[in-house]
């Protein structure tokens, strides 16, 4: 038997005897690889049938197509440059010289893989969630009755209970009017009365000196007494001024706010979210959590205080604190770059988008900026909103967590460049997601599944949404021992296996939960009022130390699967 056709080696080329053969020539009874493949179909002597060599043994016979270009030839290579099936004329006539051949059945059967695995996902994956979103639009059209007509009995409702006060209120003012009319007219009367009784005075005094007058006798005379002077002081009169109706002129403006507000419409049109292909939907490689996280370095970072950590590589990284300064370090604490906010203002925080470059909030002046090239630009200015929290998202979306100037609204705004693309308020009834006051962190981070998670400081949980911010879970923390203090989160993070990790500051630990809120594991190293939180692309857990000024970074999954 011949050594190179031992089933214990390869086979190789009958021509170069160097390569492993891939072909067969059914005519010559020759095997050979893609190299030497144009060079036996130079001899146009012969007719040759080149297959598979895959194929040898199998009865069907192998359908060529015809060469478009030369008449009764079957292309039997394909030209991996060009993309075409090409025939042995092609390759004799030297337009494909150089070019890498390879079996057309071959070719064809990579082709027919593919198009079985797209009709597979298509079917399986792509065609269902078409459907699924028909379906919501078809439930969210037959509900519009329903809640708008909830809307309209709201109005109607309102309008009773006003229509009901005004009348109150108008029988109320005329009662009022009856009473003032009452007391007037009796007021009147008992001015009458007393001037009536007067004038009755008089005129018996009148007479009685006409009596005496005429009747000549001194004894009347001598006892008339005078009371003329006690008639001089007219009586009293009562002045009485009748009231006014003052009519507040209500214009439709303060009609309106009386009768109550109604949102905008809000029609957000947001971008579609794409599918992963079903290789990225792959999971990544499982990292257990180790039994015991370790510390592998610590960078004394200068500030007093220190808020914020953003990984720009695995050794480099944007920190910030209580002053205008923004620093890029190594795990030295070697500086690097030093930036200050362009209003000279502190920043509220900072991310590292995926080009590198850094993004800050800046609380005072609600601005959110960007910083490339050591240039600082202003790309995002709010108006009756102030900044707070940011991240950079897995489609280099920005996710910022902000609140109104009254302090009684908060949200979280995802941005695609300076766009506002989603905004994340309240849960299906209505009811605000986020707690509401002056200065509450609410650090964000997108996980691997693309939930968006806040750590809500002042509703002391993890708040975590879906892409389209439908509310998902609420995590309060847990209590294992009775001197641990209620659960407070500052910053959060997540990793490659869709982990979440937050900061809890007064208990000085790292919590661990799964992408379902299920807590998994405390991570401990000594920390002292850990603050901000960032893992990097090797899921290093890089912790942001408030009181310290240091950062800590900690390895707490294995390296291996």
Not at 37 to 59: E, Q, T
Not at 97 to 111: Q, T
Not at 321 to 339: F, W
Not at 427 to 450: A, V
Request: with cysteine; aromatic share 6%; net charge neutral.
């Amino acid at each position: 038997m011949h050594p190179r056709r031992s089933a214990q080696e390869v086979l190789l080329c009958d021509l170069c005897e160097t390569v492993p053969l891939q072909s067969h020539c059914e005519l010559c009874n020759i095997n050979f690889c893609v190299n030497c493949v144009g060079k036996h179909l130079s001899d146009f002597s012969k007719d040759h049938r080149i297959v598979s060599y895959s194929c040898l043994g199998r009865n069907a016979a192998p359908n060529y197509p015809n060469c478009p270009k030369h008449a009764g030839k079957h292309c039997e290579l394909h030209c991996e440059k060009c993309d075409i099936p090409v025939c042995s004329t092609c390759v004799s006539s030297g337009k494909h010289e150089s070019h890498r051949l390879s079996e057309f059945l071959e070719k064809l059967s990579v082709k027919t893989q593919r198009q079985q695995e797209d009709l597979e996902e298509l079917e399986s994956r792509i065609y269902p969630r078409y459907k699924e979103m028909a379906s919501d639009i078809l439930t969210e059209k037959a509900e519009l009755e329903t809640k708008y007509g909830k809307l309209t009995t709201a109005a109607d409702q309102q309008g009773e209970i006003l229509h009901q006060e005004i009348t109150a209120i108008v029988n109320q003012r005329k009662s009022v009017i009856q009473e003032m009319k009452n007391k007037h007219l009796s007021t009147l009367n008992k001015n009458a009365d007393e001037i009536t009784q007067k004038i009755t005075e008089l005129k018996q005094i009148i007479s009685d000196l006409k009596s005496i007058l005429e009747s000549n006798d001194v004894s009347l005379t001598s006892a008339y007494k005078s009371r003329n002077s006690e008639f001089r002081t007219l009586p009293p009169k009562v002045q009485i001024t009748v009231p006014s109706f003052s009519a507040l002129k209500i214009g439709k403006d303060q009609l309106n706010e009386m009768f109550g507000s109604l949102s905008p419409l809000s029609i957000n049109t947001e971008h579609g979210d794409t599918m992963k292909s079903a290789e990225a939907v792959s999971s990544p490689p499982v990292k257990p959590l180790l039994d015991e996280p370790r510390l592998t370095a610590t960078i004394h970072t200068g500030y007093s205080r220190l808020y914020s950590v953003s990984c720009l590589s695995e050794d480099q990284v944007w920190t910030h604190g209580n002053n205008e300064i923004m620093n890029l370090l190594n795990l030295r604490g070697k500086l690097l770059t030093s930036i200050q906010t362009k209003s000279g203002n502190e920043p509220e925080d900072v991310a590292v988008t995926r080009e590198g470059n850094l993004v800050y909030t800046d609380y005072r002046n609600k601005t959110i900026n960007l910083v490339k090239n050591k240039q600082i630009r202003t790309v995002i200015t709010l108006q009756g909103w102030t900044p707070y929290n940011i991240c950079s998202t897995a489609s280099d979306d920005l996710l910022v967590t902000m609140i109104s100037d009254d302090y009684k609204q908060y949200k979280v705004v995802r941005y695609s460049g300076s766009t506002e693309t989603q905004s994340i308020q309240f849960d299906d009834q209505g009811r605000s997601l986020y707690s509401t006051g002056d200065y509450i962190n609410k650090y964000i981070s997108e996980n691997r599944n693309l939930d968006i998670c806040v750590a809500d400081n002042g509703a002391s949980a993890v708040v975590v949404v879906n892409q389209s911010g439908k509310f998902r879970f609420r995590y309060t923390g847990q209590r294992f021992l009775i001197f641990m203090k209620s659960f407070d989160p500052v910053g959060i993070t997540t990793d490659s296996q869709s982990q979440i990790l937050t900061a809890d500051f007064d208990n000085n630990r790292i919590h661990i939960l799964d992408q379902d809120g299920q807590f998994l594991r405390y991570i401990h190293c000594d920390l002292f009022s850990p603050w901000g939180l960032r893992v990097d692309i090797r899921d290093n857990l890089f912790v942001a130390e408030r009181d310290t000024a240091k950062v800590k970074k900690i390895q707490y999954l294995s390296t291996s699967c």
